[in-house]
């Protein structure tokens, strides 16, 4: 799997949008984009993924440069049960494990 | 749909304690896996299953033992627990996206 590279920190006023960057350079045709959150010492929860499109869902959308180098992660209005630590992972579709990096903690603030 | 289940939610045990983390999913996915997370680190796997009736080890293998009991079911057993296998355990599935249970605690004094 391609690497990534994630700032390590990051702070967004309640209801504004968080906008999450993500570096990966070597990331190859095939490898998709995923994100993944933390709560508190929950269970990483599924966000987003995509391949070079952009994607949108519920939770958030996922912006890839038409160089597929890097991404970001919108979410449009940001409350504070989205403090967590976000995590960008780039693998191909249905590969075996996760590597998870060490992500970036998003500090949503009143 | 429940999602990904694990049992225990916390546990404590002594060392050479034995004791079996119990995982289930009911979302019909082929692949399974344990992780575990120790405090302010990433998840490190385990071992895990790419379908019913396989298993292969992950990045930490070391001390613990799975079995692949159906394909809803995969367990991870401690046989002799030590204190360095104190951590949170995260069981997953998937088919193509990985979807995580919410945990077990345990603490090997």
């Known amino acids: 799997d391609a690497k990534t590279t994630q700032p390590p920190s990051m702070d967004c006023a309640e209801g504004r949008a968080a906008n999450l960057p993500c570096n990966h350079s070597?990331?190859?045709?095939?490898?998709?984009v995923y994100w993944y959150r933390q709560i508190h010492s929950q269970g990483p929860q599924y966000i987003i993924h995509?391949?070079?499109n952009n994607e949108t869902n519920e939770m958030a959308s996922l912006i890839i440069t038409e160089d597929r180098k890097s991404s970001t992660l919108i979410l449009p209005h940001a409350t504070l049960r989205d403090t967590a630590v976000y995590y960008c992972?780039?693998?191909?579709?249905?590969?075996?494990?996760?590597?998870f990096g060490s992500g970036t903690q998003l500090t949503v603030l009143p | 749909n429940a999602g990904v289940t694990q049992t225990p939610k916390f546990q404590v045990l002594k060392t050479g304690q034995s004791m079996t983390l119990q995982c289930a999913q009911d979302?019909?996915?082929?692949?399974m896996y344990w992780y575990r997370q120790d405090p302010g680190m990433g998840l490190r796997l385990i071992y895990y299953?790419?379908?019913?009736?396989?298993?292969d080890k992950g990045e930490v293998p070391n001390g613990y033992n799975v079995s692949r009991l159906n394909k809803r079911e995969f367990s991870l057993r401690l046989e002799s627990a030590a204190p360095s296998q104190t951590s949170v355990y995260f069981c997953?599935?998937?088919?193509?996206?990985?979807?995580f249970g919410p945990g077990t605690r345990l603490l090997v004094l």
């Open positions: 997953a599935s998937s088919q193509e996206t990985q979807y």
């Open positions: 070597t990331i190859s045709g095939n490898e998709y």
């Open positions: 995509g391949l070079k």
């Open positions: 992972i780039v693998r191909v579709l249905q590969a075996g494990q996760l590597t």
């Open positions: 979302m019909n996915h082929n692949s």
């Open positions: 299953s790419a379908s019913e009736g396989t298993t």
